[in-house]
């Protein structure tokens, strides 16, 4: 009896085996993952120091640290993960190898450099100005202000309808849950006198600021609310800007309906198609 019971517990001790080797067969590549997670440990590390201090040139001006892109790097890099952990490291080196980079994990000025040029790559190339048939004037009601002039709410066309189709799924999306103000237009259509006196008035805007030559020439590029000031480029504000569920939910949504970001600006969005 005793043999019988020795045995029995033998057989299913190698039942055991034999299961666990069938059913866990990724045993060996979770064991090298886990050991990639190791060594992306010391570049979660790094990055954790680099997202607020890593000082880069952008438009002539001093930068500090790539927090306020966090939202707008989890979408190139396809990942959820916070910006500090291993994961998103891992992530990161995937990208770097893609762009034959150093595949370190780690996001210092040479990688947040290739990632921005890859957005700014991404953007509207024409920057002709709009004819007036192509143009429309949008209600009052699409507007930020709703006393905004006529002359100043025209829209390129095929934009304007793109646009109410996105709002359309925001105001749709019951996880988002939409204060009303959010999402308006502030700025669309601008003419080139327009431009050159929202250039007078604030001279120390700078190339990152107003350009000679904006993409609002073509009535495709449309800044919206996204909170804070509404266009205010400080650090202080578009922290604000960046973390609220508006502006996340354009930049996970707004490439599928043909907008995409300028990433110094959480406002600005281009019709791209
Ligand atoms: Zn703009």
């Known amino acids: 009896m005793k043999n019988v019971r020795v045995h029995l517990v033998i057989i299913v001790a190698a039942l055991a085996v034999v299961a666990a080797i069938v059913l866990f067969p990724a045993r060996s590549s979770r064991g090298q993952s886990s050991r990639a997670g190791v060594s992306f440990v010391a570049a979660a590390e790094r990055n954790a120091t680099l997202k ?116 359309a799924a925001a105001r749709a999306d019951r996880r988002l849950d939409l204060p ?44 919206l609310y996204v909170g804070g000031d509404p266009v205010d480029t400080k650090d202080s504000n578009r922290a604000i800007q960046i973390n609220t569920p508006a502006y996340r939910w354009l930049v996970r949504n707004a490439e599928r309906f043909g907008f995409r970001p300028y990433f110094y600006e959480p406002w600005h969005w281009e019709y791209v198609k």
């Open 180 to 223: 009303p103000q959010y999402l308006k237009i502030v700025s669309a259509f601008r003419s080139r006198d327009y431009q050159d006196q929202l250039r007078q008035k604030s001279p120390n805007s700078g190339p990152a600021g107003l350009a000679v030559n904006s993409p609002h020439f073509t009535g495709r590029a449309l800044d």
């Open 52 to 167: 607020n201090e890593l000082t880069w040139t952008f438009g002539g001006k001093q930068q500090r640290g790539w927090y306020l892109y966090e939202s707008l790097i989890g979408k190139t890099l396809n990942t959820d993960h916070e910006s500090t952990t291993s994961d998103f490291a891992a992530a990161l080196a995937a990208w770097q190898k893609k762009m034959r980079l150093s595949a370190d994990g780690v996001l210092d000025e040479n990688s947040l450099m290739r990632m921005i040029s890859q957005w700014q790559s991404n953007r509207l190339k024409e920057r002709t100005i709009a004819t007036p048939d192509q143009l429309l004037t949008a209600p009052p009601a699409d507007f930020y202000d709703p006393g905004r002039a006529a002359e100043l709410r025209q829209v390129e066309r095929n934009t304007y309808e793109a646009y109410k189709q996105m709002v």
